[in-house]
């Protein structure tokens, strides 16, 4: 079924009510909002919305887009305005271009993404803090923590770092970069004294990798893991052995950026 434009749309959501990006039966979804929204906005006229891929219940993301197909060319700026006038207060776009590749495909275009987990530990965080970030109530090691985020860049077998994965899984994948830092960037007055980020940039991840990586490093800073572990746990030689695994819950996880590689655009 061809449509007469194609749009990118840029936009970001607050997940912590919503059950992820895909449509779900009676469940509260990221798209079913946005079709909702494109349904009033765009009223009498064909259009398609698709995703640039799945995310969980409860992630958030402060980039990420979806591929608008539609029959009447948009008025970019009063399109923006109107989608947020009617749009949740979780959800707001950002930015629309038209497309002009007729080949471009959201879900298949090679693309780098950046993921950031943001945590805490050490005390109980106000309840106001659960939506953004993971407070661990163990002291953590924060800086052994460091070393082992980074034993997870270069190319690796993550199958033990995959949910469920098939046969069919490609599990030896790359990480681009892999590091722990302070966070300096995600505030709120309500915030404890001092918080930190686990950042990750690779061109595509498995299901729940982030947070079992997460998972992973919050055992090693609490003394329940040794950096060796780690890298068993990543060498191809023990796939087939059972390590434990502990999944980071989804709130404290965020999509921060999407770069299409090789396409020229004013998002970029």
Same mark, same amino acid.
């Given at each position: +079924? ?13 997940? %912590? ?14 798209? %079913? ?13 064909? #259009?398609? *919305? ?36 009617? *749009? ?6 950002? &930015? ?30 106000h309840p106001y803090c659960a939506p953004f970030l993971t407070g ?8 052994? +923590? ?15 770092? #995959? ?25 709120? *007055? ?14 595509g991840f498995l299901r729940n990798q982030i947070r079992l990586i +997460?998972? &992973?490093? &919050?055992?090693?800073?609490k003394g329940n893991y040794g950096l060796e572990f780690i890298k ?6 023990? *796939? ?7 999944? &980071? ?20």
């Amino acid at each position: +079924m061809n449509y007469k434009y194609a749009y990118l749309v840029r936009f970001q959501y607050l997940g %912590f009510r919503l059950h992820g990006w895909q449509k779900q039966p009676n469940l509260k979804t990221v798209h %079913f909002f946005v079709d909702k929204t494109l349904k009033f906005v765009c009223k009498g006229i064909r #259009c398609k *919305s698709v995703g640039v891929g799945r995310t969980d219940a409860k992630v958030s993301s402060t980039d990420y887009y979806f591929q608008l197909f539609i029959d009447e060319k948009l008025d970019e700026p009063f399109f923006i305005e109107d989608f947020n006038r009617n *749009s949740p207060s979780d959800i707001r776009v950002l &930015a629309v271009e038209q497309l002009h590749d007729e080949e471009f495909n959201i879900i298949q275009h090679p693309k780098i993404k950046e993921y950031r987990y943001y945590f805490s530990f050490g005390e109980k965080n106000h309840p106001y803090c659960a939506p953004f970030l993971t407070g661990y109530l163990d002291e953590l090691n924060v800086e052994l +923590m460091k070393e082992g985020a980074q034993l997870f860049e270069g190319f690796h077998n993550f199958k033990h770092y #995959c949910t469920k994965p098939s046969p069919e899984t490609k599990v030896e994948r790359t990480i681009d970069l892999c590091r722990i830092e302070e966070n300096t960037e995600l505030s709120a *007055s309500f915030f404890p004294q001092k918080s930190y980020v686990l950042i990750i940039r690779g061109s595509g991840f498995l299901r729940n990798q982030i947070r079992l990586i +997460m998972g &992973a490093l &919050a055992e090693l800073g609490k003394g329940n893991y040794g950096l060796e572990f780690i890298k068993k746990s990543l060498s191809p030689e023990n *796939s087939d052995i059972d390590f434990m695994k502990t999944i &980071a819950p989804a709130s404290g996880l965020h999509l921060h950026g999407i770069e299409f590689k090789n396409e020229k655009s004013k998002f970029h």
